[in-house]
């Protein structure tokens, strides 16, 4: 699937968003190195701490299925937003654990896109190396 094809299926996810709230949609698609994609859209709730980004449930839809870090090729997220969107500082920190660091995520508002990943988005990450166990 190309970078375009991606994308695009990222945006028919965003139709399913539910943002009543703050009227910004999400949409992201995970492709797995098999060819599967997982579709996620931002889910917000009046509680605001119970909101789901569209990135979270795209990822999350892949792990519940079996699949993890090294069988995602790319993660497309895609918002409606006048300016390009990137994941908030809670997805940044769930991707730096559930995808490879170099995976590519591609970022686009139909306006402009951007290619890039984990490192660049979250550098100096904390994650399970920084833990004692």
């Known amino acids: 699937m190309s ?9 028919k996810a965003m139709k399913n968003a539910y943002a009543p709230y703050s009227k910004y949609h999400v949409g992201a698609c995970v492709l797995c190195k098999d060819g599967k994609t997982f579709y996620g ?3 917000e709730n009046a ?5 789901n980004c569209g990135e ?4 999350f839809a892949a792990y519940s299925c079996g699949y993890r870090k090294e069988d995602i090729e790319a993660i497309a997220i895609v918002t409606d937003g ?3 969107g990137t994941p908030c500082g809670i997805c940044r920190q769930v991707l730096s654990e559930l995808l490879k660091q170099d995976t590519p995520i591609l970022l686009s508002n139909r306006k402009e ?5 984990i490192n660049e988005l979250l550098p100096d990450q904390f994650g399970a190396e920084d833990l004692s166990i």
């Not at 979270?56 to 990822?59: F, K, N, P, T, W």
């Not at 896109?113 to 990943?117: A, E, G, S, V």
């Open 3 to 11: 970078n375009e094809e991606l994308i695009n299926e990222a945006f």
């Open 41 to 43: 859209a931002n889910i």
């Open 47 to 51: 509680s605001y701490g119970a909101t």
């Open 56 to 59: 979270r449930s795209a990822v």
């Open 82 to 84: 006048e300016r390009l």
């Open 113 to 117: 896109t951007r290619i890039t990943n």
